[in-house]
């Protein structure tokens, strides 16, 4: 399952990455294989959203988010 | 100034880094430009307990070495290149201790470039609040280096940092985090042998980031490159790599060095109840419109009384000065020329502080972050960035504070885009322009009983310049070319107080910034303005002296109508109303006369002067708080040859469209200039305005004519 595809509040654990670019960004802020990560509200239109991950809130597009994979 | 000891500051943003600046070098310190990117390079002097001078240098806040922009760069190439003035003797690397993991992976990458280092353990009360015991002794003994808990905001423990810093060795003592030579063994100790530098790390960093590094020699820069291939490096591969080795390590020393609280509820943070009011789907943008509009306002309102105290106290200075003064043209230079530039200059402080006080608030707080959060997707549309909101409505104060505070854009397309379209909204001094030539053509009565037809035009004028803002946006969308990816990651931090002691000295810097580096362009091009308005060949100068002291031309006119008449004889000869008289047969198809076309010349140094050159044209005062009898000469001018009058519905029409688009502001090129770092921005704002201006006037005036 993508990050996009998380419900809102729903807990997921990052499994791997579908852009090299992009992944090694994402694991400089701590989005990590085998790092819990959730939902934690969309933005008022849709897009961005803001996801908790390692202990702090970060905001990624939908297509940023799309790039992560969940266990 | 001398320093024995020069140290740098490193850390993520939002770790209160430039707090921790600010409490160790106070008004001490110094904004300049690092080389090439548009960073500002910010240095400080702190005196250390045993009397020894420390040189601070306050480095951008990065998550990582690795660069995803050219300025991010600058905090590898300061702390690799020795030969760099501000490579550091020790470097403090600041962490938020409520989220240590993500923070010490820039800090074990600092670490293995073997510097000097201690830490800096700010937000101790954030990490209890999260219910997280730090063992500092620990983290230190694994670590092998100083840490210092701090507080920077409430300034605690700066004692104890300033200890450990004149403590510190000269020799990096930190243990090794990974084994950096196993991630490319042979292209590592190659670059070593060829560029000579003796630490493994450093290495690999050149085979990632040569490209960007100034103090690389082409040939240098050649022979890395060839080794990549040689050795087939995949540069974003063998970051991932790393990046994950780096979390390995870091998690082992967190693994008993943080424990959490027993029985520690996770009960909902408060930020996150905040955020479901600020970020909320109505709410929050009703919250957002209201806070713009009282940011707007106070741009407007605020700064009228001390701007109007500024220009109040210039004019005593002036008058004053010309009587004590013996007359002559250098009195004249100086007082009309370079004191009437220097109040150009400082009228913009007030909005220039204004602005950057709420803007400091907004990102001291943590509210930018959610501005950017909220108007993302709308922004993106256009090319611009969710922050592109707060310079473009301080826009309609002013261009020129907003195009400084376009800074908070990391974004190097998204600024760019901002700093071009920001100068189209229609900003208060082009409020006097438009006011008397819509009191000029259109009628003032009322339409649908409540709506006043000028009020109508005047609010259709704001209107458009925001559409015009959007389209603009979105072409150069189109055409620019990014250097950089568009990611949109980024941290929302937790909301916490502004510091007020951070909020003045942004308004005392950004002011400074702008008085010393954009006044210098300001101050020459007014002179320049000034000179050519004032004088003109020497024998059509020598021939109105004449004409005004012939006794049967003077007869029965008064002293003040005569100085009016002289004046307006001086303007058209001097060399401003020549080139006025120049350019008319390229303005004459926009309906405009050489009159207009002096007008359009003066206004080059603000767009307000319009109305005083109006004023001196039509042998009137100038006084803003008279407007009717510019007004009214206007409304009676005729065409010399035809008869007709010169400002018709067409004219006017026309004549507001070019001051819509067109350029005429030195301040706005100046801090472009200053912003951009390159002549070519400006240029290119400047041409593609005036193309505008042309374009919608002359459209206008054959519409309408």
Known sequence: MKLSQLPIGKKGIIKEFTDLEMSVKLMEMGCLPGEEISIQRIAPLGDPIAINVSGYMLSLRKREASTIILQ | MKADLKVALVGNPNTGKSTLFNVLTGLNQKVGNFPGVTVDKKTGFCTLGDGRRAEIIDLPGTYSLYPKSKDESIVFSVLADRSNDLNPDLVVVILDASNLKRNLLLYTQVADLKIPVILALNMMDLADKAGLNINIDLLSQKLGITVVPISARKAEGIEALKQAISFANAFALQEDTIDVAQLAPQL?????????????????????????????????????????????????????????????????????????????????????????????????????????????????????????????????????????????????????????????????????????????????????????????????????????????????????????????????????????????????????????????????????????????????????????????????????????????????????MPRWKNVGLTMYERSKTFVIQAGKVIIAVSIILWVMASYGPGKRMAQIDQKYSNASFTGKKSATELQHLKATDQLENSYAGILGHAIEPAIRPLGFDWKIGIALITSFAAREVFVGTMATIYSVDGNPD????????????????????????????????????????????????????????????????????????????????
């Open chain 2, 188 to 496: 590592i100790s190659s670059i070593r042998e060829e560029i000579e530098v003796d630490n493994n790390y450093f290495a690999l960093q050149l085979a990632h980031q040569h490209e960007y590094l100034q103090f690389l020699s082409p040939q240098q820069n050649g022979r890395i490159e060839t080794l990549e291939e040689e050795y087939s490096f995949h540069s974003q591969k063998s970051q991932a790599i790393e990046t994950i080795a780096r979390y390995n390590f870091i998690n082992d020393v967190l693994f008993d060095v943080v424990t959490r609280k027993n029985h520690f509820a996770g009960e909902e943070s408060y930020s996150n109840k905040i955020d479901q009011f600020l970020t909320h789907k109505i709410f929050g943008f009703v919250i957002f419109f209201a806070i713009l509009m009282f940011i707007f306002q106070a741009i407007f309102s605020w700064s009228a009384y001390p701007m109007t105290l500024i220009e109040d106290t210039f004019t005593w200075l002036t008058i004053t000065l010309h009587q004590l003064l013996p007359a002559g043209p250098l009195t004249n230079l100086l007082l009309d020329g370079v004191i009437a530039g220097l109040s150009g200059v400082l009228v913009f402080i007030p909005q220039i502080a204004i602005l950057f006080a709420f803007i400091s608030i907004l990102e001291d707080t943590g509210y930018m972050s959610r501005v950017t959060f909220m108007m993302d997707r709308i922004m993106r549309k256009v090319g611009l960035n969710g922050k592109s909101v707060v310079p473009l409505i301080g826009g309609f104060a002013c261009a020129v504070p907003s195009i400084m505070s376009t800074r908070t854009i990391e974004n190097w397309k998204d600024r760019m885009i901002t700093i071009m379209v920001t100068p189209l909204i229609t900003c208060s001094a082009r409020l006097p322009v438009y006011t008397l030539l819509i009191s000029l053509v259109v009628p003032n009565r009322n339409v649908w009983w409540i709506f006043n037809l000028q009020g109508i035009a005047m609010m259709a004028m704001y209107l458009f310049s925001v559409i015009s803002a959007v389209i603009v946006a979105w072409v150069f969308k189109l055409i620019l070319k990014s250097r950089e990816r568009g990611y949109f990651i980024m941290e929302l931090p937790v909301y916490r």
């Open chain 2, 626 to 705: 008279k407007l009717d009898s510019v007004l009214n000469k206007m409304k009676h001018a005729r065409n010399m040859e035809t008869g007709l009058p010169v400002f018709t519905f067409a004219v006017a029409m026309s004549l507001m469209m070019f001051y819509a688009f067109a350029m005429q502001c030195a301040s706005t090129v100046a801090i472009v200039y200053r912003e951009t770092k390159e002549w070519k921005w400006p240029a290119i704002q400047f041409a593609y305005m005036t193309v505008l201006a042309y374009g919608a006037s002359f459209i206008t005036f054959h519409l309408l004519k």
